[in-house]
């Protein structure tokens, strides 16, 4: 069978095997999908010899986003704006590089939580990989405005720049958590990492609109202190990442195998209560 893994460092936590190995059941694939723990500064060498040893395809999580995307010969849109794949491809010398977590997330919230992003106000906090791999995705849903807020100002500025500079119009909006005082968004998505420390962004709580949806992409922690706060705020639906999850693993599938899994079971399946 084509043999595809995960690597990651620590990777005893993944979700991964368990769901392309039920998507292949499902889908009448014929694979082995399997956890790689990656020694920390040797993610080549590795991935040398996953490849050698007949690897069709790798997910790529922390910490290796951004060596997988040196790594590869040719990237995605979406991995180059990201500056970080989490999904690689090989065939032959070529080694393809995608970025699917912004696609996840936005189906996530279209599809499954039932949102649609276009002429929504939309608010992502974070300026790291996770909120630059969601943009190009949000923005192409065609939102009213997207601002990005970040705890350290320039990194904000220089990511809006970027975007700028590669076609990305004044939809696109950035600055600090300070900035938001007189805003609202009727969908915000927490794209930092503090929910990972339980730590809570400075978001004031009037930035949430009571009838639109708070995201939280991290998954199996429960209630974050974000989703408490948007829960105080009135917010009526409350998710954390592990549609984003289930459904970036759907377009990686999707992408090596031709074949576009059902999600819904399985997200119902790995769900941790936000409680
Ligand atoms: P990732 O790849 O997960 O995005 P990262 O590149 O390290 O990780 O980025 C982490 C993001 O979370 C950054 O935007 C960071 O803000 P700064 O750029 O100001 O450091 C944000 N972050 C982490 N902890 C935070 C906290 N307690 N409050 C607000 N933002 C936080």
């Known amino acids: 069978p084509d043999r595809y893994a995960v690597i990651g460092n620590p990777i005893s936590q993944t979700k991964s095997p368990?769901?392309?190995m039920a998507f292949a059941a499902e889908s009448?694939?014929?694979?082995?999908?399997?956890?790689?723990?990656?020694?920390?500064?040797?993610?080549?060498?590795?991935v040398d010899q996953f490849r050698a040893e007949g690897g069709k395809g790798l997910n790529v999580t922390v910490p290796f986003k951004l060596d997988a995307c040196a790594y590869a010969t040719d990237l995605s849109d979406e991995a180059r704006a990201a500056g970080a794949a989490n999904a690689l491809k090989f065939e032959g010398e070529r080694v393809y590089a995608q970025n699917f977590?912004?696609?996840?997330?936005?189906?996530?919230?279209?599809?499954?939580?039932?949102?649609?992003?276009a002429g929504k106000r939309?608010?992502?906090?974070?300026?790291?990989?996770?909120?630059?791999?969601?943009?190009?995705p949000i923005l192409r849903e065609g939102p009213a405005c997207l601002f990005v807020a970040?705890?350290?100002?320039?990194?904000?500025?220089?990511?809006v720049q970027a975007f700028r500079a590669n076609g990305a119009g004044d939809t696109l909006q950035g600055g600090g958590y300070e900035a938001l005082a007189e805003l609202r968004f009727d969908v915000v998505i927490n794209a930092t990492s503090a929910s990972l420390s339980a730590a809570l962004p400075p978001l004031?709580?009037?930035?949430?609109?009571?009838?639109?949806?708070?995201?939280?992409?991290?998954?199996?922690k429960g209630l974050t202190p974000f989703l408490k706060l948007a829960q105080q705020a009135g917010v009526r639906q409350l998710a954390d990442g592990a549609g984003?999850?289930?459904?970036?693993?759907?377009?990686?599938?999707?992408?090596?195998?031709?074949?576009?899994?059902?999600?819904?079971a399985m997200i119902a399946r790995i769900s941790v209560p936000l409680v």
């Open 244 to 264: 984003m999850l289930v459904e970036q693993a759907a377009e990686a599938f999707a992408w090596w195998r031709g074949v576009r899994p059902e999600t819904r």
């Open 122 to 136: 939309v608010l992502l906090l974070g300026a790291g990989g996770a909120a630059r791999g969601a943009i190009l």
């Open 150 to 159: 970040n705890r350290t100002v320039d990194k904000a500025q220089a990511l």
């Open 204 to 220: 004031p709580a009037s930035a949430f609109e009571a009838d639109g949806l708070a995201y939280d992409m991290v998954y199996g």
């Open 18 to 20: 368990l769901i392309h």
């Open 28 to 46: 009448g694939q014929h694979l082995v999908y399997s956890a790689l723990e990656g020694p920390l500064g040797q993610f080549a060498a590795t």
């Open 101 to 117: 977590d912004g696609v996840g997330l936005v189906r996530d919230i279209t599809h499954n939580l039932g949102q649609p992003l």
